[in-house]
C-alpha cells in the first residue's frame, strides 16, 4: 500500500484471508530537492491518480505554484497538450515541472511540441521508504528461494528457453 493514509480494517482483513501480505510505504522527495525549486515559480503538472498529492508536496517545499494542471491517471501527453502547457508557461512566465512517473511518458513523445516539453520539464525525484523494511526483504527472500526451488528463476542476464 502507498501513502500514509491507513489501511481500511476491510482490507486488511481480506488480504489476510487470502494470505496476502501487505507492505505498506510512502514517497518522498528525495534529499536536497526543496531549495533547488523554492523562489521559482512553476506550472505543475501531473497524470496520477491523486495528482493533488504532488501539487500539496510540492507546495510543502515552499514551491511557488502559478498553476497546476492534471490529467487522468497514465496519460499520454498529445502534442496538443504539450503545446498548451508550454504556451501556459510563456504566459506565466514559470517554469514546468512533473513526477517522474510522468517524465518516463514524456520521453516517448516524437513531436516538436513534445521533445521541448520534455526538455523544458523538472522533474520532482522521489523515494519509496517502507515502513517496515526487513519484513519486505524477508518477503522478497521467500519469493525467491521458492522460485529458484521451482524452477522458475532465471538470473539477470540468462534466458530460460
Do not use: M, W, Y
Given at each position: 500500500?502507498?501513502?500514509?493514509?491507513?489501511?481500511?480494517?476491510?482490507?486488511v482483513?481480506?488480504?489476510?484471508q487470502?494470505?496476502?501480505?501487505?507492505?505498506?510505504?510512502?514517497?518522498?522527495?528525495?534529499?536536497?530537492?526543496?531549495?533547488?525549486?523554492?523562489?521559482?515559480?512553476?506550472?505543475?503538472?501531473?497524470?496520477?491518480?491523486?495528482?493533488?498529492?504532488?501539487?500539496?508536496?510540492?507546495?510543502?517545499?515552499?514551491?511557488?505554484?502559478?498553476?497546476?494542471?492534471?490529467?487522468?491517471?497514465?496519460?499520454?501527453?498529445?502534442?496538443?497538450?504539450?503545446?498548451?502547457?508550454?504556451?501556459?508557461?510563456?504566459?506565466?512566465?514559470?517554469?514546468?515541472?512533473?513526477?517522474?512517473?510522468?517524465?518516463?511518458?514524456?520521453?516517448?513523445?516524437?513531436?516538436?511540441?513534445?521533445?521541448?516539453?520534455?526538455?523544458?520539464?523538472?522533474?520532482?525525484?522521489?523515494?519509496?521508504?517502507?515502513?517496515?523494511?526487513?519484513?519486505?526483504?524477508?518477503?522478497?527472500?521467500?519469493?525467491?528461494?521458492?522460485?529458484?526451488?521451482?524452477?522458475?528463476y532465471?538470473?539477470?542476464?540468462?534466458?530460460?528457453?
Open positions: 500500500a502507498l501513502g500514509a493514509e491507513p489501511l481500511s480494517k476491510d482490507l482483513q481480506r488480504a489476510k487470502a494470505a496476502v501480505p501487505i507492505c505498506c510505504a510512502t514517497l518522498q522527495p528525495s534529499i536536497d530537492v526543496g531549495p533547488n525549486l523554492t523562489g521559482t515559480k512553476f506550472i505543475a503538472f501531473a497524470g496520477i491518480g491523486r495528482p493533488e498529492k504532488f501539487f500539496s508536496t510540492l507546495r510543502e517545499l515552499g514551491v511557488i505554484l502559478a498553476q497546476t494542471r492534471s490529467f487522468p491517471d497514465h496519460h499520454f501527453f498529445s502534442n496538443k497538450d504539450a503545446q498548451d502547457l508550454l504556451d501556459l508557461a510563456d504566459r506565466e512566465e514559470a517554469s514546468l515541472i512533473t513526477t517522474e512517473k510522468d517524465a518516463v511518458r514524456l520521453r516517448r513523445a516524437d513531436s516538436a511540441a513534445g521533445k521541448k516539453l520534455r526538455e523544458q520539464t523538472e522533474v520532482l525525484p522521489v523515494t519509496a521508504l517502507f515502513s517496515d523494511l526487513p519484513g519486505l526483504d524477508a518477503l522478497l527472500i521467500q519469493h525467491l528461494t521458492a522460485a529458484r526451488a521451482s524452477h522458475t532465471a538470473p539477470p542476464g540468462t534466458r530460460r528457453d
